[in-house]
């Protein structure tokens, strides 16, 4: 579940050229204090994907129950909707 969370997640991060040399910043909505950063967009979307897992894992070391559900998976609870995952496998065959 946490793998299919992230690749939700990433599906609706924002990027944003900064102009110049100064490269690129990238970040989710709905994911508080989350950025990342880096001078090529590729380099910018993996940096956002390292802190991404770094967030959740302080997030449910803590117990935290602001994390985002997305798609029906609530990592706060570990619970995962059964129609939206349904309907995930159905358009992954």
């Given at each position: ?66 994390i985002p559900v997305l798609n029906g998976m609530d990592l706060s609870t570990g619970r995962s909707d059964r129609k ?10």
């Amino acid at each position: 579940m946490l793998i299919d969370y992230i690749q939700a997640a990433m599906r609706r991060a924002k990027y944003l050229s900064l102009g110049g040399s100064e490269g690129y910043a990238g970040r989710i909505p709905g994911f508080r204090g989350l950025i990342g950063h880096a001078r090529t967009l590729e380099a910018c979307r993996e940096n956002l994907h390292g802190a991404l897992q770094s967030w959740l894992l302080v997030k449910l070391r803590h117990g935290d129950r602001d994390i985002p559900v997305l798609n029906g998976m609530d990592l706060s609870t570990g619970r995962s909707d059964r129609k939206h995952q349904a309907k995930r496998d159905s358009r992954a065959a």
